[in-house]
């Protein structure tokens, strides 16, 4: 007999309860959806944070340069600005043309074909996965700042944050974004705060002084390419800040109705409050002398580079501008810490609906497109969750490193969908459709998008390849692979199990097996429930692999009196499958083509070690005997409490699951009726 | 629909063969049984190999007193010898009593009670295992002794040979005792002549000297308690030559015919031999003057204690006597080191034997007692490898430390495995039994044996308990633990599932329920499966989670003029089992009690990677169904073939398995018989 596990009603249910909370009926999938206010923190969080690492790692580069280079800081900033713009007014023709959630995916795949979409549909996984990763990495740098004792369990941290949000986005959208609206407002308040407070102090000549303005660090001599080059470097990085505004095109249908148009003023929203807390606090760290190193050790002056990490440029300028150890200090570390954790979360929500979506069109298992007890698409959340980790713990959760591999995704994805937007313009154009200004406008905008676009990820892929971007252009491409070998998969076997006509019923006969292996309760109700069946023909079946328990068999047959005939089948290969296949095949040489139905007693175990002192014979024999053509497996259930008697646990019913350890008393009405009469009517 | 497997015809079958070769039928048994110069090699290496490591560690214990000490080795070494023939002269008696292959176990479990037998049980277990980790420590010990270059992968190699050994006796008794027969018997003759030749040079004068005779190390001054205690640590450890002594007794079923009188034989001329080597190698290896200490650093004149070990007390001799690098020396190492692994090869022909007979009594998982393919309990074998493999990396393979643990669980089994047969032939002289000087013959026999393994038992116990055997006395208890709770369970199952006055047949009513997805093929033979079997009523039940899909499917429903009814199921929480089972419950409302069976469409796909692709849910469904009471579930399996059109790869089909792909057209005869017709004779 074969055992398994009982699902529901285990303990393992209610500890699954308590953490994810009670199942949602699907009609609440409305009540689910985001009003403005909560979409904002949700959506906007990825894009609104990276202005916690964009500016930082734009300095960084330039100061490669040495001290001097930060007077480009302001140019390659608004150049970074101006992008941002470009991209936000591209996104909102998107969001208005395809608000199905699928975004760049979907436009790609709809307008430039099923290859685009696959690239840029690997390309936004692997983004996705990284969000996570460099957004948890530098809200621990934030947090080591403000705590530096915390340093050592960086990485443990870093991982146990994952964990957390794949845990709160597992309990559902709605109570995530209810938990995650306040820091966002915060941090947005209080960095803007912490912008006006500082350029008014400079205005009034009492300029904030950041720890590190002192340190110095030499420049190397470079050659006119290196300077380009560091320069666009520096851009590279400083485009970082652009990461998360596909996001709000990846939600639209997780927004409150109107969809597009909710959708379309978060983004605008968002994107202004991105560009004035980038451009604010660069303009802030210039003026208070941010000095900020990739190697803490290259600065001159900065003192234990060895044991402490420098803290973010956030916390530098927190504590130029408020005075270290304040308590706005602490405020702004921990807003900016708590949207770092939240722009994660951004991925959280993006990832498993893309997910979907793929699984939707058969490029990613169908497990993908499952919604759980939450009405979340759990399995993409744990997948997500569990890359990351994995991420995390490659790269030892260190920001630089991550941010290597970041960005090239985006931009794949960005520069596909605002091309497929560009053929999607044309293609009204020629058909005439849609208002003739508000095409040429989007045929111009997105234009302008996909240009720029993809001049951008040309200077990123060059000064980020080497860097460890590579990687990126190693998975990106497994994916692809992947994708299209599932599809592939999955359309080969749509195609054989599709109905067409040659499908026609007709399947005869009915010669029903019991497998009897000892004269035990479990396989008289097997027999039971084949006698209740009325099959046309059915026999109890010993497979002997040991001469006297037969034996002995066959006298207590005789002794019940159980008048279904008992065939003995050796099997001097102590094997239970084959027998039994010879003798179906005997059977219908005898009686012409039959469906045989197999009777399995199956044992039902409260335990999981309870399957352990159970032979796993019946489950091989089951699998077995399903290769053999024309048979049908009929389990029957027998659950075990004696488990329970012992160690006094029992597990909760099933509704509908009346009494147990009785079956075959439960709807007994005469003792041992004559079974020779239900052959007699074959 | 659930994904399984396919279990036959797959890669991995063609794998297992090539390792283990082709099953064997049952009566092939017989076939398989050891004669007498097999059986020598198989259950006596264990008891010569311990002449490998006895001596040493017994001249070793010694020096911990100081090289005067060493004077007293003849005498414990007889004290050795003295108990050797005791043991010996005990299990010619047990064979004789008890010839089924249980040894101590079964003597104290029938004499004794179920407990003393699980005390002997769980000993018995625990050495087994440390007689692999023991002895393929020591064989590695000599092969490094030989080639010292191999001495970083000494756990490498010891868990190597375990996993070898493990592969060899899966294959199968006989195959193993021939390719193990050599090296034993080259053992026995290899040190014979050695020891000869030693001890002739010594009468010529010509004395072997070993490279160690001119290393001293310094005495402590010990007190006369402590002088006491060294003597009875170093007959401790030189007990460990009576290790496996006991094999023979619980490898009885195995040897062939006569079993008793060639068991006896066989343990009477491995007793010897075992004599003869044993004290032969600790003469030679005084009169060589072998000063082998634990800690090789400690000996005054061994110069690279650091970075290699000192060589074998077994190669130092062999050294000494043919000198360092000659053939005969190479020809020493390698049959030592042969018969050691050997050894361990004695275990994993106990170690099933013994799980067996407890799986037999219900005290340990019924799979220990299943004879694989190869006609051995493969399970066990299994078992035994890798707990072996897991001692060895826990103590690093070194025979210093697992020594520790080793001899306190054969003198348990020994002691009681005598105090038992004191009983036996007490009963048998109350009962008047048998032949009444045999009876007193046994009874003195096994008096003495019984007292002098309990003061031994003793003696180890107080001399090695703090040197580590404490983890025995802890691994003991949990066994006998364990194995107490296994029987108490199966006990409470069987009284379960036993068949008593109160089991009647009569289970009623058969109403058939066949879960329909989509309109596709395999949804369809189920439902042709469940209209062959002709049941009384039967309703094709869709389970909607999808509002649309549902529409669908009912279309296509009435378009393919499908006359049984379609039942649509509304599931706001997207569950499966829940509706159906309300669904159930409604209609035993209505109808009465009755069984129902539930039709389930199941995959079976070719490569485990598949059913990644395809949902769990099904098998959810099924263990949730299978809870409630009075159900059956019907598994209709659909064998997707398209991976293997793919990918070209076919695998072997199981006999009877005639056609695959088209079931539902297999059997066809009419198109689409009116399903009406079969519902009207209700």
Known sequence: MTTEGKQPGSDSRSAKRLLLGEPLPTDKLDGQLLPKKLALPIFASDALSSVAYAPQELLMILMLGGLAFLSFAPWVAACVVVLLVVVVASYRQLIKAYPSGGGDYEVAHKNLGEKAGLVVASALLVDYVLTVAVSVASGVDNIISALPDLNPWRIELAVGFVLLLMAVNLRGVRESSKAFAVPTYLFIGSVFVMIVVGLLRTAFGDAPVASSAAFTV?????????????????????????????????????????????????????????????????????????????????????????????????????????????????????????????????????????????????????????????????????????????????????????????????????????????????????????????????????????????????????????????????????????????????????????????????????????????????????????????????????????????RLLENQWKQQDIRVPLVILESPYRDFAVPIVTYIKRYRELHGPTVVTVYLPQYIVGHWWESLLHNRRAKRVRNQLMLVHGVAIALVPWLLDSSELIYGRRSRPLPGQERRGEPIRAVTRTPLPPPGDRHAHR
Chains 1, 2 share one sequence.
């Open 218 to 550: 030499e420049g190397e001599d470079l050659s006119r390419a290196a300077f380009i080059l560091l320069l666009l470097r520096a851009f590279s990085s400083g485009c970082s800040a652009l990461t998360g505004v596909e996001a709000v095109s990846n939600g639209v249908p997780a927004f409150r109705r109107p969809k597009v148009r909710n959708a379309q003023s978060t983004l605008v929203l968002m994107g202004g409050t991105a560009i004035v807390l980038f451009a604010g606090l660069t303009a802030v760290a210039l003026v208070s002398g941010v000095h900020y190193a990739e190697n803490a050790c290259s600065l001159d002056g900065f003192a234990n580079c060895e044991t402490a990490p420098q803290p973010s440029l956030m916390a530098q300028v927190a504590a130029a501008v408020f005075g270290q150890g304040s308590i706005l200090f602490f405020i702004i570390q921990a807003a900016t810490a708590c949207v770092l954790l939240l722009a994660a979360n951004t991925a959280f929500n993006g990832f498993p609906l893309l997910g979907a979506v793929l699984a939707r069109d058969a490029y990613a298992p169908k497990s993908l497109n499952t919604r759980g007890d939450r009405l979340v698409f759990s399995n993409g959340m744990i997948l997500l969750g569990l890359a990351a980790c994995a991420i995390l713990v490659i790269y030892q959760a260190s920001l630089t490193q991550l941010i290597q591999l970041y960005i090239i995704g985006v931009f794949v994805s960005f520069t596909l969908g605002q091309t497929g937007m560009v053929r999607h313009w044309v293609r009204m154009l020629r058909a005439g459709e849609g208002d003739r200004g508000e095409v040429w406008r989007g045929l111009v905008i997105n234009s302008g998008g996909a240009l720029l676009t993809a001049v951008v990820l040309i200077v990123v892929t060059v000064t980020k390849f080497t860097h460890g971007a590579w990687l990126v252009f190693v998975l990106m491409p497994v994916l692809y692979t992947l994708m299209l070998g599932v599809n592939r998969y999955y359309r080969d076997v749509d195609r054989e199990i599709e109905v067409d006509d040659t499908t026609t019923f007709g399947s005869a006969g009915d010669h029903a097996i019991v497998m009897i292996g000892k004269m035990q309760k479990p396989a008289l109700k097997a027999l039971d429930y084949a006698l209740a069946a009325r099959h046309e023909s059915i026999a109890a079946v010993h497979v002997s692999t040991d001469e006297e328990a037969t």
